[in-house]
Structure formats: C-alpha cells, structure tokens
C-alpha cells in the first residue's frame, strides 16, 4: 500500500520566494496533518483537517503561512513570502478515525531558505 | 492541557544493552499511548501503542505498559542492534481532540558495536 507521498523531498529557494509543499494522504483517511520539525522547536503541529475541512490552524506561524485541502486525496501548504527562519523539515500525516488511530507520516519535505 | 515528557537524549549503549526511555504524561481523561520512531531522513513511524491502564503495547522487541498510576508508559527493549539507532518519540491523544496527537521532545539512541 502506498504511504503518505509529500513532494519535493527537498527544496531550497531565496528568500522572498514562494513555497508550496505537497500532500498526498493515505487513500481512505479522513485526517490530515501538517508538522514542522527543527532542532530548536522539536516537533510542531501546524494545522490539521478532518474530511478536508482546516479544524485547529493555531499552530500556523503568522499569515504568511496558509494550508489547503480542496479534496480528500491533496493537500498544500504554502509560504509567501518564505524567511530564512522558515528553513526546517515539514511533515505531512493522515490518520482514519479519531483517538487511538495511529497518524502515518510522509516522508518529509527539507526546506531551505537562503 | 496535554503534556509529554520524555527523558533526554542522546542514550548511547553498546550493542545487546537493555533499553529504557522514560515517558511521563498529563492528560485529561483516559488518553490513547504511542511510541514512534523516526530514522534518520525518514517520516515517524509508529512503534507501538496502548489504549487503556494497564495495556502492554509491543513490537520489534520493544514494549511499553500504560501505567495510570504514575502516568507514565516507559519504552523498554531486553537487548538492542545497531540497527535501533535512531530519535524515539513519547505522544499521546485524547478523544475529545480529535486525532490531534502531542509529542514529546524525542529521544536520541545511539547504539555501538
């Protein structure tokens, strides 16, 4: 069975850029999952939908971050205008069902903003 | 609110060590427990779970039990491989938050030859 998919594995762009990072969930789940992980902060939620509707986004940095799911099977998360201080690993997960569901992660998107 | 503690890394063993990674947790309610793993370059991969007190989760040699009373769930393995090297990471979720899962900060094991 095929896992999350996020695309690219990597990007490095210049500051000012705009980056748009890509989700494919898991056929079937109804939950998805953006993180961010650095050395600095660890591991941090960013924004989840379930059914493809954004339930908690107060984990977003500020506005210059957004994240959509316009069907069950894709999901984007987009910087405009990116920072050197956006430059982290971003992680995409989905999960079926609620409470004890494990969530399935992708495998990472690095980014890096010069 | 939800919070997980996990001991400090890096752990560093030789190889057929015994393993333990300390897990403590505050949570409302009766929360579901999960250790994931994640290799270097790689997503997190779940390792093993528990969903009530006193549940033993267990996979690849590696098990935990959901202790209630001392809100803890431990990560424990008999003998270690070079092979386990890698970040462990203590979360939890609660029902009422959907499937909204809270981390711990990870824990680094190293395991030599």
């Known amino acids: 069975d095929a896992g999350v998919i996020q695309s690219p594995r990597h990007e490095v762009t210049e500051m000012g850029q705009e980056v748009t990072l890509r989700c494919k969930p898991i056929s079937g789940h109804d939950y998805l999952f953006w993180y961010r992980q650095t050395m600095m902060r660890g591991l941090e939620l960013l924004i989840y939908?379930?059914?493809?509707?954004?339930?908690?986004d107060s984990g977003m940095p500020e506005d210059r971050f957004s994240a959509k799911m316009p069907n069950a099977s894709f999901s984007t998360l987009k910087i405009q205008p990116s920072e050197p201080r956006d430059s982290a690993v971003y992680f995409c997960a989905s999960s079926f069902g609620v409470g004890n569901q494990p969530q399935h992660f992708g495998d990472g998107t690095r980014l890096s903003i010069l | 609110g939800n919070s997980v503690t996990q001991m400090e890394g890096p752990v560093t063993l030789s190889e057929e060590a015994f393993l333990t990674i300390n897990c403590t947790y505050t949570a409302t309610g009766y929360p579901s427990l999960f250790w994931y793993v994640q290799y270097p370059g790689e997503g997190l991969q779940l390792l093993l779970k528990?969903?009530?007190?006193?549940d033993k989760g267990s996979n690849k040699g590696f098990e935990a039990t959901y202790r209630k009373e001392t809100t803890s769930f431990h990560l424990e393995k008999g003998s270690v491989q070079v092979s386990d090297s890698a970040v462990y990471f203590c979360?939890?979720?609660?029902?009422?938050?959907?499937?909204?899962?809270?981390f711990g900060t990870g824990t680094q094991l190293k395991v030599e030859l």
């Open positions: 979360a939890l979720s609660n029902t009422g938050g959907g499937n909204k899962l809270t």
């Open positions: 528990a969903t009530k007190a006193d």
């Open positions: 939908f379930n059914n493809n509707v954004p339930i908690d």
